[in-house]
T-cell receptor, first 113, second 110 residues
Framework: NAGVTQTPKFQVLKTGQSMTLQCAQD?????MSWYRQDPGMGLRLIHY???????DQGEVPNGYNVSRSTTEDFPLRLLSAAPSQTSVYFC????????????FGPGTRLTVL | GQQVMQIPQYQHVQEGEDFTTYCNSS?????IQWYKQRPGGHPVFLIQ?????EVKKQKRLTFQFGEAKKNSSLHITATQTTDVGTYFC??????????FGSGTQLTVLP
């Protein structure tokens, strides 16, 4: 099992550009989520999904879109990048809900100029 | 939304000293999880506490969940250089979402 994989590992964008951060898991987990990590602020939930076709907003959803067409994949789209979106982004998955251990991917370090 | 306060933000200890980090919530929690993140790495699950007053141990690590299920602590006995990293609590209230504390960054001086 590869676990949770994320691509790319690093990305530099210019303000206004769009891009998609990829996340995939091979553990057949129903619950997947995206977090951003900023210094001194812990991890903040952007969007989450409890299963294919179902997504919901977290604490900081503005400027981001998600979709869940398959159990395995949960891409995060930045619609029009802003410097405030410079952060490290982590995808996580768990078998059913947040009552289970969250498995994190290695992260994507994004810089928006 | 739910907030989880974690203190201290930073802790420097001499190798062999003990270390404790605390998490506090103003609301009753369903459960609380603890994660460790090594420098440059991703969070890794350590443990989950569910019951009021629960205490769990993993070698030198002791985890506690308060009687009122509003606070939790992680205590490391006799720290080692391998303990370096940031420790996060993550709490679930009535909603499905996990709320992470801001983390405690532990530095262990040899």
């Amino acid at each position: 099992n590869a676990g949770v994989t994320q691509t790319p590992k690093f990305q530099v964008l210019k303000t206004g550009q769009s891009m998609t951060l990829q996340c995939a898991q091979d553990m057949n987990h129903e619950y997947m989520s995206w977090y951003r990590q900023d210094p001194g602020m812990g991890l903040r939930l952007i969007h989450y999904s409890v299963g294919a076709g179902i997504t919901d907003q977290g604490e900081v959803p503005n400027g981001y879109n998600v979709s869940r067409s398959t159990t395995e994949d949960f891409p995060l789209r930045l619609l029009s990048a802003a410097p405030s979106q410079t952060s490290v982004y982590f995808c996580a998955s768990s078998p059913v809900t947040t009552d289970n251990e969250q498995f994190f991917g290695p992260g994507t370090r994004l810089t928006v100029l | 939304g739910q907030q989880v306060m974690q203190i201290p933000q930073y802790q420097h200890v001499q190798e062999g000293e003990d270390f404790t980090t605390y998490c506090n919530s103003s609301t009753t929690l369903s459960n609380i999880q603890w994660y460790k993140q090594r420098p440059g790495g991703h969070p890794v699950f350590l443990i989950q506490l569910v019951k009021s007053g629960e205490v769990k141990k993993q070698k030198r690590l002791t985890f506690q969940f308060g009687e009122a299920k509003k606070n939790s602590s992680l205590h490391i006995t006799a720290t080692q250089t391998t303990d370096v990293g940031t420790y996060f609590c993550a709490a679930r209230g009535s909603a499905r979402q996990l709320t992470f504390g801001s983390g405690t960054q532990l530095t262990v001086l040899p």
